[in-house]
Structure formats: C-alpha cells, structure tokens
C-alpha cells in the first residue's frame, strides 16, 4: 500500500446562473416530478460531480457544483497534485486504520482540508561546515611568534586585528571581522614597538614625527590620550550605527571617533561600540549622564573602555 | 525532502508520539486537544476531546487501541483511539507531565508536578484490559526528586523506572519497592533542568536532552555516561533513530539572546548527530520557533517535530540520508 500525498494548489469559486430568480424557493419545495411542466426552471438541480483523473503529471482536478451562502450556483474546481511522497507497508491492521471514521474535530474533513499540505520549499539536512577551516586558523599564531623572535626585520603591525609580526593591515585575513576589544589597548603598545623597529632599519623612511628628537611626544601623546578618553557603550539595540553614537554623545564634548561593532553576516549591531573623546572630562561626563540611559528601548551601559578608570 | 506542514494546533506543541505500527502520529499540544495524524500524508484523522488544560503528554498502546493522555487540568485521561472517546479519568493534585505504558501495557508511570504543598511524584497506575473495570489506585507513588519530574519511562523488562527532572539528576527506582537504585553523576551528568528523555528501540540506552544545551546518552543498566552532544541552543526535545546511529536535538533559544541574534524566518533547526562519533551531521531547518516535541517513525525513514509554532513538520527522508558519511 503506498501513501500518496494530495494537496491543492488552486480552487476555483465561479457562480454560474446569476440570474435564477428564486433559487431558495425552489430549494425549499418538495420536488415531485409528476408535476413538472415543460418550462419549468430545473436550476435547482446540480450537475453531477466531475473527476478528470490523474493524468501523465499527477494532476487530478474534481468539478463540484454547489450553491453557496447566498444561494447562487457556484462551480468549484480544485486542481491537485498527487506526488508519491513516501512508500509505506502497511500491515493488515494499519490498513484497516487507513479506513477508521474522523472523529473529534475532524469530523467534517475532507481531502482538501488546508490543515496539511506539503512545504513549498525543499528543506535538506544542512551538512555542517566543512573541517578543513579550522586547521588554518592554528597554524597562523605560530608563524607570527616565530618573525618577532627574529629581531632586527621591521615589525609588521596589522591594524584590524592587532596581531604583530604576522601581516599588515591590507593583508589581514581576519578582515571580515571586527577589531577586537584589545586594540584599543594594544596601541599605545604597538606605537612604541613600531618606534623602535623603523629606528632600528637603516635607510627606511621616518617621517617627521617619528624622527628622533622630533615632537614625537605630543603626536603620539595626543594619541594615546584619546584612547585613554575611550568610552565603551554596550546594550545597544541592533539598529544602532556609528552616526547615532555620535549624535549621542555629542552634547558631552568634542568627540574623536565613534565606532560600532558590526555582524558581517547580518549587517546589524553587535550591541556595542566605543566613542573617544578628546577631553577626559567630557568623557566622565558622558559616562555619568547616559550609564543607565534608555535608548531606543533598551538601557545603554556606559563605563570607560579600559578597567583602569583614574 | 519536502515536508509535510500540519497545522491542527493553535498552541505551542508539548510531546508527539508515533504508534508501534508506525502509521499514526499524536500530537499533543498546549491547546487542550490532543490529535491524531496519519503518518504516511499528515492527514488529521481525528481529535481527543475532554481536557480542560494544557496536555504535555501521551502514549499509546502497542495495539494502538488505547491513548493515554497526562494534562495541566490535574487529569490523565484514557481514550480510545479509534473512536476518539474517553474510557477513564485519573484525578490527580496537580498536572501531570510524563505518561507512559509499560511493556504489555498493563501498567502506566504517570508524574505529576509540584503543587502549593504537594510535592512532585511518580505514580504507578494498573491499566485493566477492560475499561469498566478501571480503578483509580495506584500500585505505587514515588516522592523524592525535588523540582518538576519531566520524564519518567519503563525501564527493561518494567523492572525499573527512569525519571528526570528539573533537579538535573537522573534516578533510576526498583519498580517494585520503589527504592532508589541509582543516581547519575552530579559532576558529570547534567548542569540544568533535563527537558527531555528517550530510549533505544532495544532499552540498552537513553538519551537525556537538558537545558544546558547538552544531550546525554547512558546505559540503561549502570547509568553510565556513555556519550555527550552539544549544541548552542537548550534542548528542549531528543529522539533516537531507531534505524541508523543517529541522534537528533531540538532546541529553542534562550530569552536572553533575543535582542543580539538575527531572526531570518524558519531557522530554528533539528540536529542530527552521529551517535557514536558525537559530531554534528547537519541541521533540518524549518520552524519558526523553538522546538518543543520530536519523534521517529519506528520504521527509521522519516520523522517528525513540533514547534513553539504550533506546527507539526512531518519529514520522509531522501534516499541519500541513508548513505551519509562523516
């Protein structure tokens, strides 16, 4: 015995015979036939049921004739399709199930009840991603300590992922994500480690404000005051981008940089980010008013960037 | 494979269970009715009318002629399948969360929930061949497990029986005495509440789903791990095909990461794992919630799951299921 799944893709509501002028009297009275005359209007009477059997596609369509609430003859076409989903053996006792009564809510089901049809979309068993990525990802911190112990080569420091000795920004291959929180650590150290490298390389080019005596210190001061005015924003709705963080946090004091972490894959927020102030104090400020803060439904938690809060 | 959608239920599903024959498939559901489907096309056959509350269980006998339904309205109702009429009414003090027959369906294992002051137990009901004959006492009652018992099945040979709960441990009770016979590790058992529980097609093993997005699976005898599989999302429910070695995880997400993951339409997923090699096959996407209920055909060539979307997706599979290879 095979299991056969119908199920219906259109159905077709046409009323036929607008102009039967009293249709639910001639319901309602008892039919005898003796007493037909010839004109009679015999419209009350449906024309039979018609099934047009599956044909090469499995398409099956049933013409049905009924009158509808408002009394008038409408022709109802369903148009199915008879897929062979799943061949099932049944024992004697499943067949004689096959044909038990509906009961309970299904009592007044037919075939063409809309409570199961079959997904529109083929769904697959997703293999997981293959195993061949993570071998990759090992082999690269290695490679990384093995040029810092070279001394003497200039220190390749890439940006994006903070990662030195390895590779420089344009050739991160973690590109795609976001820098990480340590960055904003890392740079006062990766500054004075890039300081020492370009020094050490004879010929390489210093510009002037890495050049020896030069005002190094106010640039790269500067720099890092910045970052020490890092402010971290997190509980941040999904919508969130870095022109709502600066309009945010403006009112407070110049700011710097504004920064949002993103999903690459879905284009939304991660949920936090981080604004730089240029002066400390507005930042402290900005950091008492919106700790706490309601924005865009959700309460926003403000603190400074690094632990070390002095 | 193009699954078969059944919406008979307006509410979250709570358990399905497929018949020994495997040609019917009851699903029960928050909605107060249970229903049952063919599982060859997903046609409704009919529905259990009666109970007054959510019905978080079923099983049915081996002949398929009896349903036994645990509710939310306090009550496990005795039905009969074919007809859809009720034969008897179990009253409890509280609902009752995990129903199951034994081996030759004379015995039934009923939990019940904690309640104002009862606590939770396990009850062993005697199920008479004949329905008039049915009286409400129990053989046995279980107390002990603190927190709701989600789960509670025959052991082999109805010697025993197994229980899980919200207390995160799985005991195992002599059927006869009641005694507690063993308990699973508490370092390496589960860290939360155990949602969900289900036996080999043999009894040698079981598998326990928990919400600390890890399944477990452990002997039946000794109650020793055996396996662990794990997953991103709390298991809600667990099934074992009885066919191939293969372990399938259902999931929701947890409330507090709502706001911080996408929501792309039908992407809550069954996972299958190799049940021996503990990594993960591939997921079979589809519903738009969590999901709450899943079962295999006894026959191992199809099976179905049930969502917080008061969907039940009833899937045959490909050919080339059964010729996957890690």
């Not at chain 1, 050490?200 to 890092?224: I, W």
């Not at chain 1, 005015?229 to 919508?239: A, G, K």
């Not at chain 2, 939360?192 to 477990?216: N, V, Y």
């Not at chain 2, 990594?279 to 899943?294: S, T, Y």
């Amino acid at each position: 015995m095979y299991g056969v799944v119908h199920f219906t893709t259109g159905s077709l509501n046409m009323p036929i015979d607008k102009s039967d002028p009293n249709p639910n009297q001639s319901k309602a009275s008892k039919f005898r036939w003796g007493e037909l005359e010839e004109d009679d209007n015999l419209d009350f009477l449906l024309p039979p049921k018609e099934v047009i059997g599956t044909d090469e596609n499995g398409i099956k369509k049933v013409i049905e004739y009924k009158f509808n609430d408002e009394g008038n003859k409408v022709k109802i076409t369903t148009t199915t399709r008879v897929r062979k989903l799943a061949k099932a053996r049944l024992n004697r006792r499943a067949v004689e199930r096959r044909n038990w009564e509906k009961f309970g809510d299904a009592v007044h089901e037919d075939v063409g009840s809309h409570l199961t049809m079959v997904s529109t979309e083929e769904i697959i068993l997703e293999r997981p991603r293959a195993p061949g990525m993570k071998a990759e990802e090992i082999k690269v911190p290695g490679d990384s300590l093995a040029q810092l112990s070279k001394g003497g080569a200039v220190l390749m420091v890439c940006r994006t992922c903070g990662k030195k000795g390895d590779h420089w920004t344009s050739k991160c291959p973690y590109k795609d994500l976001a820098a990480p929180v340590e960055t904003f650590v890392d740079k006062p150290v990766a500054s004075e480690a890039s300081v020492a490298a370009s020094g050490s390389g004879k010929g390489a080019y210093v510009p002037p404000s890495m050049r020896a005596g030069a005002e190094r210190t106010a640039g790269s001061d500067m720099r890092r005051r910045n970052d020490e005015n890092s402010v971290r924003v997190t509980n941040l709705s999904e919508d969130t981008r870095e022109p709502d963080l600066l309009e945010l946090f403006r009112p407070f004091g110049a700011v710097t940089r504004v920064y949002v972490a993103m999903d690459q894959k879905t284009g939304t927020s991660r949920g936090f980010g981080f604004v730089n102030f240029v002066n400390r104090e507005d930042a402290q400020r900005a950091i008492n008013k919106l700790n706490g803060y309601g924005y865009d439904n959700l309460i926003l938690r403000v603190e400074w960037a690094t632990p070390r809060a002095n | 494979m193009r699954p078969i959608l059944m919406k008979g239920h307006e509410r979250p599903l709570t358990f399905l269970k497929y018949n020994r024959d495997g040609d019917l498939l009851f699903s029960c559901a928050k909605d107060h009715t249970p229903t049952v489907w063919f599982a060859d096309n997903g046609e409704r056959l009919g529905t259990y009318r009666g109970h007054n509350g959510a019905v978080w269980t079923c099983d049915v006998s081996r002949d398929s002629t009896r349903l036994i339904t645990g509710s939310a309205d306090q009550t496990v109702k005795l039905w009969n399948v074919q007809k859809g009429t009720q034969l008897y009414t179990f009253n409890f003090g509280s609902p009752a969360r995990s129903v199951e027959f034994a081996i030759g369906d004379k015995l039934a294992v009923i939990t019940t929930d904690p309640f104002m002051e009862l606590t939770s137990a396990i009850h062993v009901k005697r199920i008479a061949g004949d329905p008039t004959e049915q009286t409400e006492e129990s053989v046995l009652v279980i107390k002990g497990p603190q927190g709701r018992i989600n789960r509670a099945v025959w052991g082999p040979l109805n010697r025993t029986i197994i229980s899980a709960g919200e207390d995160a441990v799985i005991r195992i009770w002599d059927s006869e005495t009641g005694k507690l016979l063993k308990e699973s590790d508490k370092e390496s058992g589960h860290k939360k509440t155990i949602t969900s529980l289900t036996k080999a097609a043999d009894g040698s093993h079981f598998l326990s789903g928990s919400l600390d997005k890890s399944a477990k699976l452990w002997d039946t005898r000794t109650l020793t791990l055996i396996k662990t599989y794990g997953t991103e999302r709390p298991v809600n429910a667990v099934a074992m095909s009885p066919l191939l070695d293969h372990v399938v995880l259902g999931g929701g997400q947890d409330a507090s990461a709502v706001t911080t993951t996408d929501h792309r339409a039908g992407k809550f997923e069954a996972k299958f794992y190799d049940k021996i090699l503990q990594e993960e096959i591939g997921g079979v996407k589809g519903h738009f919630g969590p999901i709450n209920a899943l079962a295999f055909n006894p026959d191992g060539k199809s099976f179905s799951s049930g969502g917080e979307d008061g969907y039940v997706r009833l899937h045959h599979f490909d050919p080339d299921y059964f010729n996957i290879k890690i």
